[in-house]
C-alpha cells in the first residue's frame, strides 16, 4: 500500500474546499491522500484529514513562522513525510513557509548546498513537454558553484520525471557568447563547458525561453522569479489586449466569437494549472509548490507531480546522477560555509 | 540653425539602405541629419553623408574594437558629437560598442558613476505614455549606489522628455515588501524610502511590469536586459500562437479575418518600433540606441527621440535635477573605487 501525499489544506487562494475538491480528483484515481487543514472539512473515504487550524500566511517571515508554530498545516505536513508517514509533500500556501517547512524537516540531499525551486513552464506549439526554468526563487544571492549545481539538480529531474533522456541544459544570460554576462554566470559558464554528465548547451537569452531550444534553463532566484513573473504577466496582459480588442466592436466580435475554440486550446498549453507547480529540488525527499491561484484541477497537477516523482524515485536517481558525476564533489570543495540560506 | 543628429548608417538588420530611408522621413520632418557609412549611399539633399566603410559588428568585443577601429562609423559619429559638430548619437548596430564609443567620446555626467541604458517599453491599454525601464543591459554588475543613481537618472529622464511631472520610480524585486529581493536592491530600497526628490513607490515585481503602476522601473542590466528580452519574446511567442490559431481551420480562419483590424491596433500599441529605442543617461550628451531589427520608422523614431532630448535640454535638466536631489553627492561618498566598469 502506498504512502499518502501530505496536503497541506490552507493557503490556496480558493481556501481549504478548493483544495479538498482537488484531492478529491486525485483519490478518484488511487492516490491515497492525507489532508492537513480545519477540522470542519468533511473528506469522503479514501482522503485523510490531520485536522489543524494553524496555518502560515503570505506576510509571515518564514523562518521565523516555521519554528514558532508546529501547528500550522504546512510544518504538520512536512514533518509527516519526515517521520515516514507520508510520501510527499504538496502546499499551495506561502512558497517561502513551504521551503523552510520542507528544507527544515526533509534536510538537504547530500552534498547539495542549496535546494533549488524548479518551475516548469508550458511552452505553446510544443509536443507538451514543459520547459524546466530553476531557480524560481529559491535562493536570490548566488556563487557559481550554486548555479553549477542548479545545472545537474535539472538536468536529473528531467529524467525519471520528464521523460527527456538527454536534456539540453543553458545558463539565463544577455547574450550567447561565454563571456557574457554576471561575473557569476560567467564563471559557471567555464565550468560547465564540457562537464561530464550533463549535456550544458551554452547561455540563452530571455527572449528564447519559449523558443524550445533547452529542456532546462538555469539561473539564480532573483532573476528567476522576476523572469517568471514577467512571463505570466505579459502572456497575461497580450492576452486580455487580444480579449480587449475581440470585444472592440461588433465585426470584431464576431470574429473573436468564431475564433474563440482555437484559442481555448492555446489557453489551456498556456495554463500554469496544468503543469502542477514547482518542485524542490536537492532535498531528501519530494516537495512540491501549487500556485496560490490553483483550480482544483491545479492542486490535482501538483500531487500527481509528487506522485510520480515518488514513484520514480526522483530523489534518489538525482542523487546518484549527481554523485556520478561528480558535481556535489568538486562543487563542496569550493564551498566556503557549508550553511544554507534557507 | 540646428545642428545635425550623427546618425550610424551601419548595423541595423535591413543594413545602410535601410537607415537611409529612416532619415529621409525625419530629414523632411526638417530633423537635420549627418550620416556616417558607406560612400555608395546617395543621400538626398538635406541628409549629409560622412563616408566610411568600417563598421563594428555585434561579435566584436566592444572596448578593443572601439579603440582600435577610429575610422569606424559609430566612433566617427560619436566623436562628431563631441567635437560640437552634431547634436546627438543615434545607432542602431552593436549595443556594446554604441555604449562604449558614447562613454570613451561623450564622457559621464558630473556625479554618476555607470551610465545606464534606459528601454521605453510600450504599455498595451495605456494613454501612449511607456514606461521608462532601465538598466536594460549597460551594467551586469552593480552595487547598491548604481540602483539608487539609475532611479534619480530615470525619474529626471520622464520630466523634459516625456512629459511626466512627477513621476512613480520603483525597484524591480520579489516581492513588495522592502525586505524582499538580492541584498543589493533591499540596500537600495531602504535608502530610496523617503529620499528627496523622487517619488520612490517601493518594490514592484516581474508581473506588474505592463500594469501601468509606474512610471520607471529600476533594476540592474543582467536582470534588466533578460526581463525585457522575456517580455518581447513572451508577446511575440503568444502573438504568433494566436496568429497560428486563426489559422487553424476555416471557421477559425474567418474570425481571424474579422478580428484583424482590432488586432491591428493591439500590433501597433506594442510594436517597439514605435518608441524609439532605448537612451543612454548618465552622459554629457545624449546617445540613442535602435533596435538591430528597427524599420525605416524605427530609426525615425530613434532620431526623433534623440532629437526631443536635445531640444528638450535633458542632459542639463537631468544634471540639475540630480544635483538638487543630492544623489550624486550622497552616492559618491560611497563608492570606493571612481572608475567605471568599461
Redo the contacts between chains.
Sequence with gaps: MALPVALDAYGADGGPDLVLEGARIVAAEGIPIRLFGPSSLDPPPGIELDPTNEWIGN?AEPVAAVRSKPDASVVRAAAAVADGRCSSLVSAGSTGAMMTAALFALKRAQGVHRPALAAQIPV??SDGTPLVFLDA?AN??VRPQHLIQFAFLGSAFCRPVLGVEDPRVAL???GE?QKK???D?VEAHEALTGAEGIRFIGNL???????GEADVIV?D???G??????????????????R???R??P??S??????????G??RR??DPNAVGGAILLGLRGVAVVAHGSSTPEGIANAVRLADQAVRERAVERTGELLAAAGATRDALREEPSGTAER
Excluded: H, I, Y
Design positions: 506576510e505553446p506549439g526563487g536570490t544571492d539565463l544570460s544577455v557568447e554576462g554576471r561575473a554566470v537569452e530571455g527572449r528564447d525561453l519559449l523558443s539561473t532566484g532573483f532573476t522569479n522576476v523572469t517568471l513573473k514577467t512571463l505570466e504577466g505579459t502572456a497575461r496582459a497580450v492576452a486580455d489586449a487580444v480587449a480588442a475581440a472592440s466592436g465585426v470584431a464576431a470574429g473573436g466569437l468564431l475564433l474563440r475554440p482555437a484559442l486550446g492555446l498549453s498556456m
